[in-house]
């Protein structure tokens, strides 16, 4: 269940269902009046403040050979130095145009993505047009997150303003949450402040006031909540731009994951019983109950093993870690924070084997990296839109984009798509490193397909008695058939098969005709012939 906060541009993407209503003390700047800082914070550089105006158009997943409307938005963004802007990915996410405006100084310029990350929800930017640079200011990083009750202030262009809003209010939780707000991703920092972060502030800087250092970047308000609103704390920030620095890719990809589940070990009976039958005096130590396939942590921890510590330090029999004094956090926080290549120590207590059936302290190092999963998260970052078309038939990759598209479509999180793709999310297994599951979306109806609108919702098993591997796989297998029948069977319970057969050359014959009628320019995406030079 996706948690209810809400993205802050003020369109599209991050149109709210309702704009926030706040207390907290709010005054504008107007880059033409009279009012002096000392009325509202001192030591504030409002002038790295930036006005983003942006236009996009999204992918459509369940057509991935067709776009949407454009749209546009605003938000905003700070200059971090080194000529570079720092935003919210989802302020710029598929642009298509991207104009700065500075605060107090006229002039509108063409931005640049560097690196975009949707996990972390931050962009970078630069401007080629050197006059934007001018005497621009840049902001300091605090590099300590927050203390609960520091008194900070959001700067931005909120509800469409124009000229920079200041909103302000105290920390008052430090968490680990999902950035993307989908609650399915890996964890990382987040930071809870009472004041408002209203639609447009997205990708705005936050100030402590007493050091007037930046502690964060604002990233989404609540729904539910009157003024309250969350921000993207420095260790975050700093790990995004790090990363840019280190590789020069544009998306830095997947988070690292251990690709473990755990489970609490605060019951006497269960601790007990893992401890061999004594509880131990301390309180550390929490089970793990999964450790997924093809994951870094795959060969190395074990299902039944105690986690103990990771880098030396104690994880609690909740699956917690000290955050810093009395603050606590899940101990993904200790794997998250680094980048994919770093190693972690893990400490597990092991019972032996063989002759040896003791307990055993064991030390695991394991090199941090993504976890794929049979059903991909999120689109852009582990899942590309891909489709391949034959005789009609439409089939997309299975991954979870493609389920939240259907329940958009029509609104019903119960139809045969969204099941097709829960059960993958829930029950599914790599069995290789790059399998895909190849899942009928459409049935592009014609009279070389009639009757076969029951395939809606199933997943692709076998061509010819070939098992499919991937959409790739799928598309090589349909382009090699030149004549002859050609038989799908679909992946069914059971001893039921299901399975439906075209002619070959019926199916060259016909297919200008079913895209022509639907205008779709190519039978499937052309990434996945790579240098096939057959059409079909």
């Known amino acids: 269940m996706e948690k209810k906060l809400t993205r802050t541009g003020t369109s599209g993407y991050g149109r709210p269902d309702g704009l926030e209503r706040s207390c907290s003390l709010v005054r504008t700047l107007s880059a033409t009046s009279n009012v002096h800082r000392d009325d509202l914070t001192s030591g504030i550089t409002y002038g790295a403040t930036i006005h983003f105006t942006c236009h996009s158009v999204k992918p459509n997943v369940l057509k991935p050979w067709k776009v949407f409307d ?87 262009y909120p509800l469409g303003a124009s000229s920079v ?82 590789n020069q890719v544009g998306n830095p990809g997947p988070l690292p994951e251990l690709g473990i589940t755990v489970q609490s070990l605060e019951n006497p009976s269960l601790r007990k019983s893992c401890f061999r039958g004594t509880l131990p005096e301390h309180r550390h130590g929490c089970l793990i109950t999964s450790v997924a396939k093809y994951g870094c942590a795959d060969g190395n921890l074990q299902v039944g093993d105690v986690m103990l510590k990771i880098d030396s330090v104690n994880v609690s029999q909740k699956g917690e870690v000290v955050f810093r004094g009395q603050e606590w956090l899940p101990w993904e926080y200790l794997i998250t924070k680094k980048p994919p290549g770093e190693s972690v120590t893990v400490t597990v207590l092991r019972q032996g084997v063989g002759a040896e059936q003791s307990l055993q302290e064991v030390e695991c190092t394991i090199v941090l990296a993504p976890s794929p999963k049979l059903a991909p998260r999120i689109l852009g970052v582990d ?88 959409m790739r796989h799928l598309a090589k297998l349909c382009s090699e058939v030149q004549e002859g029948e050609v038989t799908i069977d679909f992946k069914v319970q059971g001893n039921t098969r299901q399975h439906v057969v075209f002619d070959a050359t019926e199916v060259k014959e016909c297919n200008d005709e079913i895209l022509a009628a639907n205008k779709i320019n190519h039978w499937c995406s052309p990434e996945l012939l790579e240098a096939r030079t057959t059409r079909w």
């Open 70 to 156: 454009p749209e546009k938005s605003t938000g905003t963004g700070f200059y971090v130095g080194n000529k570079m802007v720092i935003t919210n990915h989802h302020v710029i996410a598929n642009s298509t145009s991207i104009r700065l405006e500075r605060h107090g100084q006229p002039g509108n310029f063409q931005g640049r993505v560097l690196c975009e990350s949707q996990l972390s929800d931050l962009a970078l930017l630069t401007v080629d047009d050197d006059s934007f640079w001018d005497e621009l200011p840049n902001i300091e990083f605090q590099e300590e997150v927050p203390s609960l009750d520091d008194t900070v202030v959001a700067v931005g």
């Open 383 to 470: 899942y590309f839109p891909s489709y391949v078309i034959y005789g009609g038939i439409v089939f997309l990759p299975v991954g979870r984009p493609v389920g939240r598209a259907q329940v958009n479509v029509n609104g019903n999180f119960a139809d045969v798509i969204t099941e097709v793709v829960d059960r993958a999310v829930d029950e599914g297994e790599l069995t290789e490193p790059d399998q895909q599951l190849c899942l009928v979306t459409s049935v592009l109806p014609h009279s070389i397909n009639v009757s076969y609108d029951w395939s809606w919702g199933k997943i692709a098993s076998k061509i010819n008695g070939i098992d499919v591997k991937n």
């Open 165 to 246: 809003t200041v909103t302000r209010g105290v920390v008052s939780n430090v968490a680990l949450e999902d950035l993307t707000v989908m609650d399915i991703n890996p964890r990382q920092l987040q930071v809870q402040i009472d004041a408002a972060i209203n639609p447009g502030n997205s990708g705005g800087p936050v100030f402590n006031v007493d050091t007037g250092e930046v502690v964060g970047v604002a990233f989404s308000g609540r729904d539910e909540g009157e003024g309250q609103g969350f921000i993207i704390p420095v260790p975050v920030v700093k790990l995004f731009i790090d990363s840019f620095h280190r």
